[in-house]
């Protein structure tokens, strides 16, 4: 079945200082991406969609300059949380689409990025 | 906003019992899909039931959609204690492929 990986899996750092998450498919290609941010015994909250090749498209709500997403290949996109802040902390997953197929409107899950600021 | 609603948030039942979640939502879909969540992990996908389905199977796994009442259930046989988990419904609308998540429903399933 298709793989989605994320790393690192814990991450925890000191306020102002900038975290890079990385999100991979790793057995198929992924024209489009997603980035959530869940808070405890919450609901996933959809950040960002990355599109391979073009500017991601954020939600309302969601700083750009704050979350930069970049998603240079069919395989890869990251999150970069630039100069993070104690309410930056969050569990953060990515999910891909795969290009083609029949299953194009299943997202495939990373298993989640944790992120403590301090 | 779209997101769905989840009842109930909580559910604790015994091993061997069904459990059953319902999702409404507000505007029209393409599918709905359901996913789980164990503690502090990624999500996995279960089922996925397209607008023009009223009910779909899948193991244990019993889906219904009344896109009239803009709701579906989740109906989960023989529950097992691994069943433990959070679900969540999600909304698949055509603009921009993105999915929209409920609030999900607390399965625990005791010994």
């Known amino acids: 079945g298709a793989v989605v990986s994320q790393h690192p899996s814990w991450v925890i750092c000191k306020s102002g200082t900038s975290v890079k998450i990385e999100c991979r498919s790793l057995d198929f290609q992924a024209t489009t991406m997603f980035w959530y941010r869940q808070f405890p015994k919450q609901s996933l909250m959809l950040m960002a969609t990355?599109?391979?090749?073009?500017?991601?498209?954020?939600e309302q709500g969601v700083e750009k300059d704050k979350f930069l997403i970049n998603h240079a290949s069919l395989t890869l996109s990251t999150l970069t949380v630039t100069s993070a802040h104690p309410e930056d902390s969050s569990f953060y997953i990515c999910?891909?689409?795969?290009?083609?197929?029949?299953?194009?409107?299943?997202?495939?899950f990373g298993p989640g990025t944790r992120l403590l600021v301090l | 906003s779209q997101q769905g609603e989840e009842d109930p948030q909580a559910l604790s039942i015994q091993e061997g019992e069904n459990a059953t979640m319902n999702c409404s939502y507000k505007t029209s879909i393409n599918n709905l899909q359901w996913y789980r969540q164990n503690s502090g992990r990624g999500l996995v996908h279960l089922i996925l039931i397209r607008s023009n389905e009223r009910e779909k199977h899948s193991g244990r796994l019993r889906v219904t959609l009344d896109t009239s009442k803009k709701s579906s259930s989740l109906l989960i046989t023989a529950s097992r204690a691994a069943d433990t988990a959070s679900y969540f419904c999600a909304t698949h609308t055509g603009g921009g492929n993105k999915l929209t998540f409920g609030t999900g429903t607390q399965l625990k399933v005791e010994l």
């Open positions: 990355s599109n391979e090749g073009s500017k991601a498209t954020y």
């Open positions: 999910s891909a689409r795969e290009s083609q197929g029949v299953y194009q409107e299943t997202q495939y």
